[in-house]
């Protein structure tokens, strides 16, 4: 069991961080959340991967004690979430709490408040706002009543009040949606040094490039229920079919060529209408070194040959039946409010 000053202690590595168990939650006839299991490693950065409604916020304000499950259970780093809430919450850090934020203070105003609120000296606190200020690229806002701020600065801000307290686990639902590049390249280099520096990250998000670039494992939802877990190379490769592409220096051998790659791989091959350059599906990459040493013992000299693994968009596409579209993903909060008025 873990022991929790007021600020949470940081667990070690290779504890469970998260454990769901069977997590539900309707909302009138809506299951919004459907039998959900989830394990998160302490260390490190869960992507939970799903289009607009899936029910990934339902499910990471279950984790964060802010919804009650309708059944089911969850535990952080422990401790359950409805039973030991209170232990809970010292442990974690959630975005979206700008709603305690105060319009007429300043940036560093706020992140002051904040830190006071958390027990840190008047000096520390400080020294800790223009910290973070620097962080997310906020200094020159500083001194700006939040009432001007932009949207994407407002949730740099959040995300940097949430950090006050490095909390040993930090939900970010949705991060970067709508942020522009540049700042979401930053967001990003953010969550990476929260790992590193000990924190345990799960973050939900819409886009695939996002859940590739930072997430060590991802459990992609729909309709309330996880329907693919696992590493980004292990959902890739669960999709089975990377692509195979080979160029041969004399297009006099292609022939045998095709032959070897066909009998190696136990599939159909295509040869380009240029006749130089062979493609073909492949199961496992990993043949690729027999395919060579077969084409080596035949004699027959490559100009190129490399393997193409699926996109996480194939993998998603496979997996839901849906492609998720980059462009769609700023949309989705104006729409997701119209969903909850109505459900
Ligand atoms: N407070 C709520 N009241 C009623 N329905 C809700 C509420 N919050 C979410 N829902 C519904 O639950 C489903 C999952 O929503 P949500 O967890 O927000 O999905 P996501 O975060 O993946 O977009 C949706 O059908 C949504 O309309
Ligand atoms: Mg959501």
Known sequence: MNTVNKRGTTPNNGDWA???????KNFGNNRAVDNVNLNVRAGTIYGVLGPNGAGKTTTIRMLATLLRPDAGSAR???HDVVKEAQIVRQLIGVTGQYASVDESLSATENLVIFSRLLGLGRAEARRKAEELLEEFSLTEAAKRPLKNFSGGMRRRLDLAASLIAQPPLIFLDEPTTGLDPRTRNQMWDT???LVK???TVMLTTQYLQEADEL?????VIDRGQVVAEGTVNELKASVGTSSLQLSIQNSKDIQVARQIVERMLQVQSNVSAEGGKITAPMKEADRATDLLIALREAGIQLAELSVQKPTLDEVFLTITGQEVKENEAKASTESHKTEEIRG
């Not at 998260?18 to 539900?24: G, K, Q």
């Not at 997430?215 to 459990?219: G, K, L, N, Y």
């Open 197 to 199: 520096t000990g924190s």
């Open 18 to 24: 998260i454990e769901a168990n069977e997590l539900v």
């Open 215 to 219: 997430a060590d494992r991802i459990a």
């Open 76 to 78: 952080i780093f422990g």
């Open 191 to 193: 969550i990476r040094r």
